[in-house]
């Protein structure tokens, strides 16, 4: 079955950019059924949506935080990736990838990866 | 603060049957954009519970079942189980922040 795995920096300097990838095994993010998105969970706190992307490059963000995320897709390396600019504290959060059908169901998710911001 | 709201929490007696309300607005559940449930056990990622209002994926018990009602939705748990203590988290699409969104989810404790 599908399955999802974040990578990344575990710490980023404030104003600096947090960089994030998802690689995808058991399935293909060029499969025409799914949209691949981006959730976030700060410690202690509820889930917020952050963007997803469809093979084709179609994209759509979270209003909120549009004006400094940008998700892309490798279809040659099966992965895609999350940027998130001006990062300060209220970004420390467990960042999930997941993958989203028509519906936007999330299902499955990666483990997810704790991105703490501190100098 | 979620457009999606959800009582902090709720417990029950093992055995019972609690309910967790999601409550929304005419942009989002009233709107009749889907309502997807999930779980989230104590340091692991979220896993979709309930979709599509009351639609269970392959392999979630049929202890579980979701329910829709105008601007509302209810997940239900009945004989409820130690292993059920967990987060659980409602959501949809607003079509006023034009966006997925969670509600802040329910702590579920078992007594």
């Known amino acids: 079955q599908v399955q999802l795995q974040e990578s990344g920096p575990g710490l980023v300097k404030p104003s600096e950019t947090l960089s994030l990838t998802c690689t995808v095994s058991?399935?293909?993010?060029?499969?025409?059924?799914?949209?691949w998105s981006w959730i976030r969970q700060p410690p202690g706190k509820g889930l917020e949506w952050i963007a997803y992307i469809y093979y084709s490059g179609t994209t759509d963000y979270n209003p909120s935080l549009k004006s400094r995320v940008t998700i892309s897709v490798d279809t040659s390396k099966n992965q895609f990736s999350l940027k998130l600019s001006s990062v300060t504290a209220a970004d420390t959060a467990v960042y999930y990838c997941?993958?989203?059908?028509?519906?936007?169901?999330?299902?499955?998710w990666g483990q997810g990866t704790l991105v703490t911001v501190s100098s | 603060q979620s457009v999606l709201t959800q009582p902090p929490s709720v417990s029950g007696a093992p055995g019972q049957r609690v309910t967790i309300s999601c409550t929304g607005s005419s942009s989002n559940i009233g709107a009749n954009y889907d309502v997807h449930w999930y779980q989230q056990l104590p340091g692991t990622a979220p896993k979709l519970l309930v979709y599509?209002?009351?639609n269970r994926p392959s392999g979630v018990p049929d202890r579980f079942s979701g329910s829709k009602s105008g601007t509302s939705a209810s997940l239900a748990i009945t004989g409820l189980q130690a292993e059920d203590e967990a987060d659980y988290y409602c959501?949809?699409?607003?079509?006023?922040?034009?966006?997925?969104?969670f509600g802040a989810g329910t702590k579920v404790s078992v007594l």
């Open positions: 959501q949809s699409f607003d079509s006023s922040l034009s966006g997925y969104v």
């Open positions: 599509g209002y009351s």
């Open positions: 997941a993958r989203a059908d028509y519906s936007m169901r999330f299902d499955p």
């Open positions: 058991g399935g293909s993010v060029s499969s025409g059924s799914y949209y």
